[in-house]
């Protein structure tokens, strides 16, 4: 007769666990797939650099050669068909669509294999341009449109009117938007290069006639004013290269990728441990009939494998199909020329695989060690045993390493106030690592008097309902623990970030306003009398007031350059108007290092001669780290009379203000330079402070929304965890609840108590989270920015309300399935509660 295996658990009640891991095993694949379309990208490019060559020649330039005003001579290869410079140079050209920097890529001599082109021919002459698909989409042109080279990034300082005669191909599989690039020809090097027509260059390439073995040819010719390699090994270091460049951000990724696996961890042996627990009268059956712990231990691992097994290679393929969905998406809405197939690797179908089947194996350690000491005399004994009390040794080692943690991160904020900036990062990261561990391990103690605590507040709300599922909640405070710490683990990343990314952003901005409180200054020798108007009058910009500036001595080689601003100019223009009542007639505000650079300290009375011939008394008055000399317009007057050069002091809109609606920073420049290179302003450079800030900021909220997109991914499968713990108590509870009916526990009632305590798991959870996650955000940040800036701690309490509401709805939603099923229950149940 044929064996049949014992099944410890039907499927069906593995179900979240499946869901689980196959969400976190889809993340997994999306980021491998992220990641071979990043290099098959960056691959793309490097191979677009060599196209046509086969080999790289480098050789040094002495500086006689840099300083050359003629072409340089190419280097000689034997054996190569033609040489042509590799060049790392950038074109501004500008249409009527727009204007963009384009880099500068040399064609092959005509005389060999020309680069295959989309449309047109090469340029035949200095009024001919070529270029690729990226660029003619960038500049919105085509063939026989015309382009312009702007005079001030002309080599010969005059405008250019350049006519497109042909299109090359865009790199095939650039996937992230590869640079645009203008072709360059012999016949228009010059013109667009320069006198020495890209030829003043160390990086030459160089094509081989057709059967050559360019690796043998690289090896015979290099020496020792050159070095020669195969296309193939510059490719690939190309490439390697610009990988680097993304190792912060992989790093980054792939901590994320352990957040959800971890997470999904906790769920996973969470669900086993409440499953082996309601099988106990299973097992002990199992050891009474003459099952081995080896024969159960081999049940619970085959479950388990089954469970890891059918989520990572679900995960697995929803992951690339998710992938291969968002590129249909691109290409249908032109953001890819056109389908792509997702990148399928080794890799991304592996990895997936392995990583959700181990971590299921892990997360079932702790249960089988439970199920193997399963006592076969515990078939007569159906009740649980008594849930244990007191801290015991999991809780002891958890406070340890609490102390422990929070002691490092202590010690990690000092070490970055007293300039260990690399230390105090390394102390104040493994003492938030040790903290949030020992929290972790002692959950399972807080978890009943928290619960108690949150279900005294839901009982007063929810009535009879909120009361018994407080006391749920808190009975069983092992699964409950699990539930929260998976909870626990999203909320805490997401406000860490969000308190860490607003502090951020507050130092950096009350920095930048320490260091450049006015948006933009513009200085030239001479401009026209309504400059303020026109500077005010740009789309985008707030106010402008005229102002002057000249230098003076005060004893060291470099003259200190004074700003004048009048009280009104200086508070509609900067960002601390609190600075219009430090400024006085007969003083001079600066900031720090300023002060250090001219050897001036607060307070001090400098003595400087006027142009009346007087000497008039300037006292310095230091204010943070301003980087600027303001003065009154009175006293720079006094000090240098009628010798002052105009000046415009500006305040841009505030970003996300109707004047700013469509006008980013750098489309507010652009119009700036276009104002200030018209002909009545000589000689005019700009100061633009307020970019500078918009840019911290955006690259800050860039960075903070893709950290809480790919938290959500943790959160998600935290919320299947607690649907899963009230699926789990619903069959737990059968008899229970089917008393509950007996005794006119109406079905309504029966889903009110489910959604309680989907609410209690989840607002525990969340509000430890955003304690935790508010603490965590503040030394983290203090330990990385402290020793450079003065932190200003900013808590983003709309953004915390937003999650702790959002955590409370999900626990509501998540209760709904289980709710339903509990409420089905019928009363007969109770007495017929099967194991």
Known sequence: ??????????????????????????????????????????????????????????????????????????????????????????????????????????????????????????????????????????????????????????????????????????????????????????????????????????????????????????????????????????????????????????????VFVVIALFTSAVVIANTFSVTIAQRTRSLALLRTLGASRSQVRGVVLRESFLVGLLGAAAGMVGGHLLVQAALLGAAGIGWLDGVMIAPLSVLSVLLPVIAGVAITLLASLAPMRSATRVAPLQALRPAPPAQRRGLGVQGV?????????????????????????????????????????????????????????????????????????????????????????????????????????????????????????????????????????????????????????????????????????????????????????????????LGQERSERFGVEDGQVLEIEGSDGAVHELRVQVDANLQMSLVTPTTLEELVGDETRPVVLADFADPGTPAREGVDALALMSSVEEVISGSDYSEASMVAGGTERESYAQILQILLGITVALLAVAVLVALVGVANTLSLGVIERTGENALLRALGTTRRQMRAMLGWEGVLLALVGAVLGLVLGSVYGVLGINALLSSTYPVTITIPWWQLATVLVLAVVAGALASVLPGRAAARTAPAAALADAD
Not at 30 to 47: C, D, F, I, K, Y
Not at 397 to 402: E, K, R, S, T, Y
């Open 397 to 589: 080692l958890g406070l340890v390493a609490i102390v422990l943690g929070i002691s490092a991160l202590a010690a990690g904020t000092m070490l970055a106030l007293n300039e260990y900036a690399g230390l105090g990062v390394l102390a104040a990261m493994f003492g938030g690592v040790v903290s949030f561990t020992g929290v972790l391990l002692t959950l399972v103690v807080l978890t009943r008097p928290l619960s108690a605590l949150a279900a005294r507040v839901v009982g007063r709300i929810g009535g009879l309902p909120g009361r018994i599922a407080g006391a749920n909640v808190a009975r069983n405070p092992r699964r409950s623990a699990a539930t929260i710490a998976a909870l626990l683990i999203g909320t805490t990343l997401m406000t860490m970030m969000a308190v860490g990314a607003r502090t951020a952003e507050s130092t950096l901005t009350s920095e930048l306003d320490s260091r450049r409180p006015i948006d933009l200054v513009i200085s030239a020798e001479t401009m026209p009398e309504d400059a303020d108007a026109q500077i005010a009058a740009i789309d985008g910009m707030d106010t402008a007031h005229s102002s002057a500036r000249a230098d003076i001595d005060v004893g060291v080689p470099e003259p200190m350059t004074l700003y004048s601003a009048t009280p009104e100019a200086l508070e509609e223009t900067s960002h601390r108007p609190e600075m219009t009542s430090e400024l006085r007639d007969g003083v001079v505000l």
């Open 1 to 254: 007769m044929a064996r049949t295996p014992v099944k410890l658990t039907p499927l069906r009640r593995h179900v979240a666990a499946v869901i689980t891991i196959a969400l976190s095993c889809a993340f997994v694949a999306v980021m491998v797939l992220a990641g071979n379309l990043m290099q098959a990208s960056l691959r793309s490019e490097a191979t677009q650099m060599y196209e046509g060559a086969d080999l790289e020649i480098t050789r040094d330039l002495s500086d006689a050669d840099w300083a050359s005003e003629t072409p340089l001579p190419a280097p000689e290869v034997d054996g190569a068909e033609a040489v042509w410079p590799q060049m790392n140079e950038y074109l501004m050209l500008s249409s009527a669509a727009s204007d963009t920097f384009l880099r500068a890529g040399m064609l092959p001599p005509a005389d060999t294999a020309a680069q295959s082109l989309d449309e047109g021919a090469r340029a035949a002459d200095d009024t001919e341009i070529v270029l690729d698909r990226n660029a003619a989409d960038t500049l919105d042109v085509g063939l026989g449109d015309t382009v312009t080279l702007p005079a001030d990034f002309s080599p010969d300082a005059e405008e250019h009117s350049l006519t497109v005669v042909g299109i090359a191909p865009a790199p095939e599989g650039a996937v992230f938007g590869a640079t645009p690039r203008v072709l360059v020809d012999e016949a228009n090097a010059e013109a667009l290069l320069g006198p020495t027509a890209g030829t003043l260059t160390s990086a030459w390439l160089a094509s081989l006639p057709e059967g050559t073995d360019a690796a043998a040819v690289a090896e015979s010719a290099g020496g020792d004013d050159i070095t020669v390699r195969t296309t193939e090994e510059a490719e690939q270091q190309a490439a390697d290269d610009f990988m680097q460049g993304f190792g912060a951000l992989g790093m980054m990724l792939a």
